[in-house]
């Protein structure tokens, strides 16, 4: 069974940074995604960035793009968020998940169907 830790929330201003990481384990091959989602209160989870680390490209939502990079560290089995210029409506819980990449192809790199495996929330709070 994979399993996932997400880590690095926190309380920032707006224009601040912050990094997340997501530990992950129980998966000895290479054709999967690691997904970055968020869920603000009141609204649905959505999807954010992910990473597939069989061919490593990256993906991207609208409105992060160009503020938040998608990395990962292979040995270290991790996969970062970096956050730049964050702004409030960024304030969301925020999850790292796992996808088969035959998933992700049916289904799309941001449908949360395509994520087999979930890690905890870590919070983001971006005040103004």
């Known amino acids: 069974e994979v399993q996932l830790q997400a880590s690095g929330g926190g309380s920032v201003q707006a224009g601040d940074s912050l990094r997340l990481s997501c530990t992950y384990s129980?998966?000895?091959?290479?054709?999967?995604?690691i997904g970055w989602f968020r869920q603000a209160p009141g609204k649905e989870r959505e999807g954010v960035s992910c990473?597939?680390?069989?061919?490593?490209?990256?993906y991207y939502e609208d409105s992060v793009k160009g503020r938040f990079t998608i990395s990962s560290d292979k040995n270290m089995n991790t996969v970062y968020l970096q956050m730049n210029r964050l702004k409030p409506e960024d304030t969301a819980v925020y999850y790292c998940a796992f996808s088969i990449d035959k998933a992700t192809k049916v289904l799309g790199v941001f449908s949360l169907d395509s994520y087999s495996y979930w890690g905890q929330g870590t919070q983001v709070t971006v005040s103004s």
């Open positions: 990473i597939s680390r069989g061919d490593g490209n990256t």
């Open positions: 129980g998966y000895r091959f290479d054709d999967y995604t």
